[in-house]
């Protein structure tokens, strides 16, 4: 864990720290690099794996499917075996702890409580002569919804990305999951089931956005693709698209807390850790205006560590990426937030609703001491499905928009065309698009005639 001092280390240094690489850019480790050259046969780069995977899958089906489930996830499927059956759905129900089915239901109506607020109208406005002008927003008829499963499992995932589709009204929602040992966790199926997903999949990794994209014997083609994964996940993703839609380019998680001398050292370092038991790769930043918080975080930060069932991967992550800024003033701290554009941003202050309006990019904000960033990833109701890497300048949090698609409407009459007609001429054939002129001029010679 690095403390760097804004004042010594220079504003252009801190910004090159909290700036991410591009996430294709990620280095695979050791282990993942010698799998891919006994499934290859060849050093491949993650980019490389994805759309060898994706484009086997495209021109093979449920057959190259069936062969990286294999290699990858060690499960030896049949196309038959692909969907969960309704055995395995009352299995996990049997199964579960009804404590925790009662609170994913509880978060699930918060879920779409929040959502259905953002539901948006389809509308027409009546303009001169009878002329009307408007937009559909229609939903999509299928969307796929990928959730991870490799190190961890996240039915909180299950919720954030099926419960806004089906709130706006898409056909038919499928989930893809990788199996572990053949199976899936039985919380993830049981959320699932409460978020209205119409068929799960025990496939994961590029193959399964692959088999979305383009479909295959069994399982149907997807107008958008949904859902955080791993770097090949999100490579083969890039790669689909203009196939189908997607939400993102998702990378690895963050938390940037922004605190100035009254905020909590133990809540802090301990937010810091939520995200960093994530992944290996995953960011956490502390920018702070008090020198003595960032040494009392920077040591608490080793005391919860120990013991904690992920210890080592959060380790990794902190020693790796971790970072404690000590900015001179609160609104240097800000800019230097808005610089790293992070997934989530906490700010833990004395006034956090009066620093809010400087907050320009990031996924989520968090406010204040009582709102930790676990409170989003499962129950408060806005989507955990965040921008990261950066793209939060330019990127929105998964929506009940994100769903759906506007369509435009226009309906003029004879006189409001008239009206306009000149000016649609004049232009087409600035542009050299005389046909475009003609389908006007035809209508204001039959007007005339």
Not at 35 to 56: H, P, Q, S
Not at 66 to 87: A, H, M, N, R, W
Not at 165 to 173: C, H, K, L, T, Y
């Amino acid at each position: 864990m690095k403390i760097v001092s804004a004042k010594e280390l220079g504003k252009d240094k801190i910004r090159k720290l909290l700036v991410k690489p591009p996430f294709d850019e990620v280095q695979l480790n050791p282990k993942i690099r010698e799998a891919n050259r006994k499934i290859f046969g060849a050093d491949l780069t993650a980019a490389e794996v994805a759309v060898r995977i994706v484009e086997d899958v495209r021109r093979h089906g449920d057959e190259a499917v069936i062969k990286y489930t294999k290699l990858i996830d060690g499960t030896d499927f049949s196309p038959e075996d692909f969907q969960v059956s309704e055995e395995e759905f009352a299995e996990a129900e049997k199964n579960a702890d009804p404590a925790i089915v009662a609170s994913l239901q509880r978060a699930a109506h918060n879920v779409r409580s929040y959502h259905e607020e953002q539901k948006a109208n389809s509308w027409l406005t009546y303009r001169e002569k009878g002329s009307i002008l408007g937009q559909s927003l229609i939903p999509l008829d299928r969307a796929g919804i990928y959730v991870p499963g490799g190190t961890a499992a996240y039915p909180s995932s299950v919720l954030m990305n099926a419960v806004p589709a089906a709130v706006a009204g898409v056909g038919e929602i499928i989930m893809m999951v990788p199996p572990k040992n053949g199976k899936i966790n039985p919380y993830v199926l049981l959320a699932a089931k409460i978020a209205g997903v119409s068929k799960v999949y025990k496939i994961g990794g590029a193959q399964a956005i692959a088999a979305m994209a383009y479909g295959t014997a069994t399982i149907p083609r997807v107008d958008k693709i949904t859902g955080p994964g791993n770097i090949f996940v999100t490579l083969a993703k890039k790669a689909v698209y203009g196939h189908c839609d997607i939400d993102m380019l998702a990378g690895p998680s963050e938390i940037l807390i922004v605190a100035d001398e009254t905020a909590d050292p133990a809540y802090t370092a301990a937010d810091m850790l939520s995200q960093a038991e994530h992944d290996t790769l995953a960011s956490s930043i502390l920018i702070t205006t008090s020198a003595k918080l960032a040494h009392e975080v920077e040591a608490l930060l080793e005391e919860q560590l120990k013991g904690l069932p992920r210890e080592n991967i959060a380790r990794a992550s902190i020693e790796n990426n971790g970072l404690i800024v000590i900015a001179d003033d609160i609104m240097e701290a800000l800019e230097y937030a808005n610089i790293s554009a992070p997934e989530h941003m906490e700010l833990l202050t004395k006034q956090p609703f009066e620093l809010l309006p400087y907050v320009r990019h990031a996924g989520a904000v968090f406010l204040g001491a009582y709102s930790p960033e676990p409170l989003g990833d499962y129950f408060a109701g806005p989507n955990h499905v965040l921008p990261t890497g950066g793209t939060a300048r330019f990127y929105s949090v998964l929506n009940v928009e994100t769903f759906m698609k506007r369509t435009s409407i226009i309906s003029y009459t004879k006189d409001a065309l008239h009206d306009v007609e000149a000016d649609i001429i004049r232009l087409a054939e600035a542009e050299g698009l005389h046909a475009h002129a003609n389908a006007v001029r035809l209508r204001s010679k039959e007007r005339k005639d």
